[in-house]
């Protein structure tokens, strides 16, 4: 049986030991910030009597509220359009299948970062014959410097409160181990992730220009939490 030297590897031990006794802290942060953008979607219908009525129809009412969100400019990030569909209504009576008509309907989402604009904006678009607003929905964006800020707030608390356990034993932080980042995203207390306010409206018949809707932002809640692993200076006990 050989000695072991002191250059061989030693041996891993997952509590510590007492002359290097290990303490494991969690560190958490919680931000409530203002979004960044806003999001909104559009459903655009047409109806008509044959398929080509239909599209012509559509296709009139889609450029209206594409060159209406373009008139926004730079306070409009992103313009995409989705779902698209063209759907035959039969006849409810009669021999066979006859159509009685075609239904349209394409779907577009705007992105917005001038919250100034988007009342305006939105009830302009509703106020659109057959055309439905939904939204909006409130976010940061996926690099928004808000996650590093609550990522480093975690750290922080981390290290802060295994020097509190430190100093209660009479002793020091020694050296640090392992930091694991456990859990980053958007918390909402009462409500569950993701769940955003929205409204949706009708297009309204009346000549006159409506009221832009005044939208408060609703507030985004980050949250970081990393666990800590550290050594110490062994403490008189």
Do not use: C
């Amino acid at each position: 049986m050989t000695t072991p030297s002191a250059d061989d590897p030693q041996p891993f031990v997952p509590y510590g030991t007492p002359d290097a006794p290990r303490i494991a802290v969690r560190g958490e942060a919680h931000l409530e910030v203002d979004p960044e953008i806003a999001r909104i979607g559009v459903g655009i219908t047409a109806r008509g009597k044959d398929r080509r009525a239909a599209l012509d129809d559509l296709a009139r009412r889609n450029t209206t509220v594409l060159d209406l969100i373009k008139t926004y400019g730079d306070a409009v990030e992103r313009l995409e359009t989705g779902a698209f569909s063209i759907t035959p209504e039969l006849k409810e009576k009669g021999r066979g299948e006859r159509v009685h008509a075609y239904h349209g309907h394409v779907h577009v989402t705007a992105e917005l970062t001038d919250f100034a604009a988007l009342g305006e904006l939105t009830t302009r678009l509703a106020d659109l014959d057959l055309t439905r607003v939904d939204g909006p929905w409130w976010a940061l964006r996926t690099d928004s410097p808000v996650y590093g800020q609550a990522r480093r707030q975690a750290v922080r608390e981390a290290v802060q409160r295994a020097r509190e356990y430190a100093e209660a034993l009479g002793t020091s932080l020694a050296a640090l181990l392992e930091l694991a980042d456990t859990d980053v995203g958007d918390a909402r207390p009462g409500s569950r992730p993701g769940r955003v306010r929205r409204f949706s409206l009708l297009g309204a018949e009346e000549d006159d220009t409506a009221a832009p809707l005044d939208l408060e932002p609703q507030r985004q809640y980050v949250r970081a939490q990393v666990t800590a692993r550290f050594t110490m200076a062994p403490p008189r006990l």
